[in-house]
């Protein structure tokens, strides 16, 4: 209820909108009902004795008798126009909540995309994409489902109320035999509530499970092929989905015993009041009425009782977008207030430690050294090094658990991020395309994306321009979900052109030729050393003797800087930690 009115605070006025056209299609339905009560009266030549019968009924039926007279013509005029006029209030009620509903659900997809956006990255890093893509997809449809629940609770509450006037002022005793008898079988079909909730969570972590093995599927398709794997994967998908299946039927099958229950409680309740009519000297119009009443009233209960049982339903759906949306469980790393221009001196760590969440030890130990601005500068060292680890950094994906990282002397999660990162760009041995063309990847949706000569100047550099020259359609080529259609050195040539398209002034390739043959590398990294002239270059690759010619190389072991100088200065070093790496690497 605290999401709802968190979610629904924008649309206050939908609320008491609602209310009070419901209500009054509630007044409209229950003087139709007396209408027809007395248009039968009418009709079989026994008004006088309704309108003789008192209470309020009987003042119903004077009022209409004064617009209608003894017409049974003109009183069934006025029915009609009552009846078009609950039916005008009815379809304004649906106007109005359709309208809310939509609404509601697009700000709840909004605040669940802007949440994975902004939330830490490490939380998106301990989740399975599978589930966070069923809360943004479908889950987030719980909420404005529930909104609707819960408002037409509040219809069926007042509605009911509104009868329950009417009934009292037609008989209170036939009220109370109403009142207590709608109250034992509503009970009677709450009792189903929690079990239909327990079915309704186990239904849905099935699914979630179900949609991870989906997910599995598509992704891994591949290897699943290339391993002969398709019998083993349909056999866990059908276990998966057969899972499920048995879910739902519980559920349904539970929700299917609901119904029958109430109906024939109402219908046992019908009869108790006809039958105690007679006993209690009640009138034959009134305990008509009363039942006609009643008879309207049935529709108003049995969806009360069904909306709470669906409003119990969706509390695991719900539950799992409130744990989405909620901050207090959750990190969000600064955005920065200081302005970020350009680098010029340099990029510093200072005693720099990093633990991953849930992870056993650190990834980085007390690391120090300094990027000069202009320089290349190598990272080097074993894979789990932390290398990786200082890109992140950089990246700010994450922060450092001690020490702190400066640019130019002021601490980096100080500075905007986005001044920041506009001027840094990565590209990296796992490339992660979007899928759509190829100018679509290269630019990533840059304002400046309608630019061919920067965009084609990239790509050269990147060596990919002949491909794509070569290809039907040029830059707008599509290349399929997550670059498939590609081969891996494509791929890694389009994440290179992605980097240097935006002309940044720090650039990181982390193993980013690592898929390209040697006479093709060569040619790349010969266009790179000429783009990154005057630009800052961090280079991560296990190739070493590519670092020979670097400013600088950082030597990481275990997550700790074992040496770090010039390469040549390193390699005069007998027992030192480059040239050693080096001579595992090259025996000869």
Not at 33 to 50: E, I, M, P, Q
Not at 176 to 190: D, E, N, R, Y
Not at 330 to 337: D, F, H, S, V
Not at 431 to 446: K, P, Q, W
Request: proline letters at 4%.
């Amino acid at each position: 209820m605290r999401l709802l009115a968190r979610v629904a605070s924008p649309y206050w006025w939908a609320p008491p909108a609602l209310l009070v056209l419901g209500l009054s299609a509630a007044v409209a339905d229950g003087v139709s009902v007396s209408l027809v009560v007395l248009f039968l009266y009418t009709v079989v030549g026994k008004a006088v004795d309704a309108v003789q019968s008192g209470g309020v009924v009987a003042h119903v039926f004077r009022a209409a008798r004064a617009v209608a007279g003894e017409s049974s013509t003109a009183l069934g005029v006025l029915i009609f126009g009552v009846v078009l006029l609950r039916t005008a209030l009815n379809m304004a009620y649906g106007l109005v909540t359709t309208y809310v509903k939509n609404r509601v659900a697009e700000d709840m997809r909004v605040q669940v995309h802007k949440q994975f956006l902004a939330v830490s990255y490490d939380y998106i890093q301990r989740h399975e994409y599978a589930d966070m893509l069923n809360v943004l997809a479908k889950e987030s449809w719980s909420v404005p489902d529930a909104y609707y629940v819960v408002t037409r609770i509040a219809i069926n509450v007042c509605s009911i109320a509104v009868f329950g006037v009417f009934l009292v002022a037609l008989s209170w005793q036939l009220t109370a035999i109403a009142v207590l008898g709608s109250a034992l079988v509503f009970f009677l079909t709450q009792r189903f509530s929690g079990p239909l909730r327990r079915l309704y969570e186990e239904a849905i972590g099935l699914n979630n499970r179900l949609a991870h093995r989906m997910l599995t599927t598509l992704q891994c398709m591949r290897a699943i092929r290339a391993f002969a794997q398709e019998g083993n994967d349909s056999s866990r998908f059908l276990a998966a989905s057969l899972a499920v299946r048995a879910s739902f039927i519980r559920m349904g099958w539970g929700q299917a015993f609901v119904g029958p229950i109430g109906d024939i409680g109402h219908l046992a309740v019908l009869g108790a009041i006809a039958a105690a009519a007679g006993p209690l000297s009640i009138s034959s119009s009134v305990a008509l009425a009363a039942i006609a009443l009643l008879y309207r009233l049935q529709p108003q209960v049995q969806e009360l009782q069904g909306n709470w049982l669906k409003l119990a339903t969706m509390d695991p759906s719900l539950r799992q977008v409130r744990a989405v949306l909620d901050t207090a469980d959750k990190t969000y790393l600064p955005e920065g207030t200081r302005p970020h221009a350009r680098l010029e001196r340099e990029i510093r760590f200072e005693g720099v430690g990093l633990t991953y969440p849930g992870a056993e030890r650190p990834s980085l130990i007390d690391v120090s050294f300094a990027i000069p601005a202009g320089a290349t500068v190598a990272l080097v060292g074993p894979s789990g090094s932390g290398k990786t680890s200082l890109v992140n950094l950089l990246l700010r994906l994450y922060a450092p658990g001690t020490g702190r990282i400066t640019v130019d002397g002021t601490p980096l999660f100080e500075l905007r991020r986005t001044d920041w990162l506009q001027r840094l760009a990565v590209a990296g041995q796992d490339v992660e395309l979007v899928d759509g063309s190829i100018v679509e990847n290269i630019t990533m949706g840059r304002s400046d994306s309608g630019h061919p000569g920067q965009r084609e100047a990239a790509a050269a550099a990147a060596g990919i321009l002949d491909f794509v020259r070569q290809s039907a359609d040029g830059f707008e080529t599509w290349i399929g979900e997550r670059g498939l259609h590609l081969s891996g050195g494509q791929r890694q040539r389009i994440g290179l052109a992605r980097a240097l398209y935006g002309e940044p002034q720090v650039l990181i390739l982390d193993e980013a030729t690592s898929a390209l043959d040697g006479a093709l590398e060569a040619e790349v990294r010969r266009n790179i050393d000429r783009y990154a002239q005057g630009r800052t270059l961090i280079l991560i690759t296990h190739r070493l003797h590519s670092v020979l010619g670097a400013d600088l190389v950082v030597c990481l072991v275990d997550g700790r800087v074992v040496e770090q100088g010039p390469p040549a200065e390193l390699m005069q070093r007998p027992d030192g930690a480059l040239r050693g790496m080096l001579e595992r690497q090259d025996p000869e």
